[in-house]
């Protein structure tokens, strides 16, 4: 089953290596991956998309709370987050399409980024299966360069991840 | 302290060391080290030079056993500090607390394939409970401060600290600080009372209960506890490789070691009980064989201060979180109040009881040297010492046919099973117990991969006895090959060989040879009363097995008998 995590990790040099061993020792991909500073500088925030085996998830996020320089794991319940990643595509253009292209940016709220003479930069924020849904749009003009960045959660309604005490 | 001193990473080290009470570290020199290893010159540790840094680091692994202490070993950059890793990947899997300070190359080299550099702390990362890159020499006297506290509490382990050369040059005011501050480690101590309590209400209702204790009794000194626990639910207590000295094996209550080389009656106590209370154990796939078949019968309560070994290899009904001795405690507590009758398990415990008479551990004793009746002999002779062992054959015969009675006293690499860990380790142990007699229960094998510290006890008047059960082979692999193998004895024949009291006597160290059974006493006398380190080799029946055997995979109470 797919889950998303979000991890509360000292703000260090090699945090990322040590939790990223976790993961591939017990055979799990990582199918994305978003690190950035929190509120307090000193705690950065992965938000950490696995799927695989429930039961051996398990073990990870244990092994996860072992970790000196883990503050915290959640792993968040399918259904309660908010979910979005950013992504950029250089779209091939020409006369005939930009217009054609630019409908389909207002239709999905995404963004002209940048402007060149045969290329376009989409730049769209949304869940995963909004940005897959653009891109399969985007795919007939011909995508010269895609990048996307890993997807950033968090709890709908009050419920927080905080270092706690 | 309070008064902040000028001084350099190097000997502000020092003074980390002070702080944290060390007397004693294992070590070997080199380039990056001269500015520590110039400190360590004239400072009041006992540093103890070893020849590979392998042994420095069983070494701080067996001195940190025998005394509860944290053990600490020291090596150089590139191939000193990778000739630490099997010392720190022993120590991790049997969860010794040890501190391995390591130097590095000066920080404006890192990354740049300098000469004798290694990216250690990427190296030993999956096996440190927690490891270190001091950048800065400001950072030096916290990390130090936390290394020992992260390796010393909760589930103890390795702690690795690399210094690069220039911080141990650069200057600091010297301050030790008195707390840590740790967000992301905060070691559970107490158990949840209301699991305790469903503990008790599950104990009380059993009728055939087992306890299977580890070195989880050990690690905690609970020893005292798990005595007084055990005796108040009247239940058998079976321990494992780890747990050895932990409950008496004398007493009547004790079966001894559960699975692949345990003891019929304990393999038997577990697949018939209807409650396992496993205390500071993992379920090791040696205790356990076949998982599925594992204590078909048994609600089991885990009691561990990891969460991470709760249910990882079996289910588990009733998890404690904590302590294992401030558990056990509050456990007894709460059965005192609840328990009425004392009576409920005696049919069970007569049932035991029973086949501990029909299935003895047992071996044939002939006129031939018998490696179990070597061990018996120490036994009889010296039952107080302290029993270290290589891996093998002749681990396990030291674990069946010593009676070990108190805690500490059974050093042995378990988790990794380290041949060349037993003589290392034995210094280390006689370096903290030198009231102790020490002996490294060896196999001609195993002591061939760190013998040359037989030139480090010499030198530093370290005492020690091995004595090699020699039978020209590498005896466990041996017997896997008889018995699954159709005797193919590939490559596991050593017979060649080796004059161990030759070798003995190059070093400088005494060395008996003994190839009769009448002849085990009176060497063993003379090797304790010439205290001096002594290597006995004992030219033992070539292909002796260990006996009963369960089948790697196969459930535990399928047991094979090999006594020949």
Redesign the interface.
């Known amino acids: 089953m797919k889950h998303t995590l979000a991890i509360l990790?000292?703000n260090r040099s090699?945090v990322l290596?040590?939790v990223a061993?976790l993961f591939s020792?017990r055979g799990f991909n990582i199918e994305s991956l978003a690190v950035g500073v929190t509120d307090n500088p000193d705690?950065s925030r992965m938000t950490i998309v696995v799927s695989g085996d429930d039961h051996v998830l398990e073990?990870v996020i244990?092994?996860l709370?072992?970790?000196?320089?883990?503050?915290?794991v959640s792993d968040f319940e399918p259904g309660e987050t908010i979910e979005r990643e950013l992504a950029f595509f250089k779209v091939k253009v020409d006369k005939g399409n930009r217009s054609e292209v630019m409908q389909i940016v207002d239709v999905f709220r995404a963004q002209i980024v940048d402007v060149g003479v045969k290329s376009l930069i989409v730049g769209v924020t949304g869940t995963n299966d909004k940005i897959d849904a653009i891109e399969k749009l985007l795919r007939g003009f011909g995508i010269l360069e895609v990048v996307r960045t890993g997807t950033v959660a968090m709890n709908r309604g009050a419920k927080t991840v905080k270092?706690g005490k | 302290m309070g008064k902040k001193t000028r001084m350099t990473g190097a000997r502000a080290l020092i003074e980390s060391l002070y702080a944290e009470k060390v007397e004693v570290m294992f070590g070997y020199p080199g380039g990056v080290l001269l500015p520590i290893y110039d400190e360590l010159y004239d400072a009041d540790i006992d540093h103890i030079l070893v020849r590979h840094e392998q042994a420095a680091a069983h070494a701080a692994d067996g001195y940190a056993r025998a005394t509860g202490k944290v053990g600490v070993c020291l090596a150089t950059s590139g191939p000193g500090a990778t000739n630490l890793v099997t010392g720190i990947a022993n120590a991790y899997m049997d969860s010794v607390p040890i501190v391995a300070i390591t130097g590095q190359v000066p920080r404006p080299l890192i990354g740049n394939d300098a000469f004798q550099e290694a990216n250690i702390t990427g190296i030993t990362l999956p096996i440190t409970k927690h490891n270190y890159l001091v950048t800065d020499v400001i950072d030096l006297p916290w990390i130090i401060k936390e290394a020992f506290h992260i390796a010393s509490t909760g589930r103890q382990g390795p702690v690795l600290v690399d210094i690069p050369k220039d911080v141990t040059t650069d200057e600091i005011d010297f301050e030790y600080p008195d707390k840590v501050h740790l967000n992301g480690y905060k070691p559970v101590k107490t158990g949840h009372k209301q699991q305790i309590k469903r503990g008790a209400e599950a104990i009380i209702k059993a009728r055939r209960p087992v306890i299977y204790v580890g070195g989880g009794i050990i690690s905690s000194n609970a020893s005292k506890e798990l005595l007084e626990f055990a005796e108040i639910i009247n239940a058998p207590v079976t321990t494992t490789l780890m747990a050895k000295g932990a409950f008496p094996d004398i007493h009547p209550l004790c079966v001894g070691m559960p699975g692949m080389h345990g003891t019929k009656y304990a393999n038997f106590a577990i697949q018939e009980s209807d409650l396992l209370i496993a205390i500071g154990v993992r379920f090791d796939d040696r205790v356990t064989g076949k998982v599925d078949s594992f204590a078909p019968n048994a609600r089991i309560i885990h009691i561990d201060v990891d969460p991470a070994e709760i249910s990882k290899n079996v289910r588990v009904d009733i998890p404690i979180v904590g302590n294992a001795r401030s558990i056990l405690k509050v456990l007894v507590e709460f059965i005192s109040e609840l328990k009425k009758s004392k009576s409920g398990t005696t049919e069970w415990i007569r049932k035991v009881e029973k086949w501990k008479q029909l299935y003895p551990l047992k071996y044939l004793m002939d006129e031939s040297l018998k490696p179990q009746y070597i061990v018996e002999q120490i036994n009889e002779l010296y039952p107080d010492s302290i029993i270290v062992t290589e891996v093998g054959q002749n681990q396990m015969w030291a674990a069946q046919y010593f009676k070990y009675s108190q805690p500490r006293t059974f050093i042995s690499s378990g988790g990794l099973g380290t041949m060349g860990f037993g003589f290392p380790a034995a210094m280390g142990a006689k370096k903290g117990r030198p009231d102790k007699v020490v002996f490294d229960i060896a196999g001609d094998g195993s002591f061939q991969m760190n013998s040359q510290e037989l030139a480090t006890v010499v030198k530093n008047d370290i005492p020690v006895i091995v004595a090699i059960l020699n039978n020209g082979f590498l005896g466990m692999v041996r017997q896997w090959q008889d018995l699954f193998f159709d005797k193919r004895y590939s490559f596991t024949s050593i017979d060649n060989s080796v004059d161990f009291v030759k070798l003995a006597e190059a070093y400088g160290a005494l060395g008996l040879r003994v190839t009769k059974p009448e002849e085990v006493g009176p060497a063993l006398k003379e090797a304790v009363d010439s205290l001096r380190p002594t290597v006995i080799d004992f030219v033992v029946e070539r292909e002796e097995n260990v006996s009963p055997m369960v089948p790697a995979g196969a459930a535990i109470n399928e047991i094979l008998d090999l006594e020949a």
């Open positions: 990790v000292e090699g290596t040590r061993g020792r705690i073990q244990k092994q709370n072992k970790l000196i320089d883990v503050i915290r270092p």
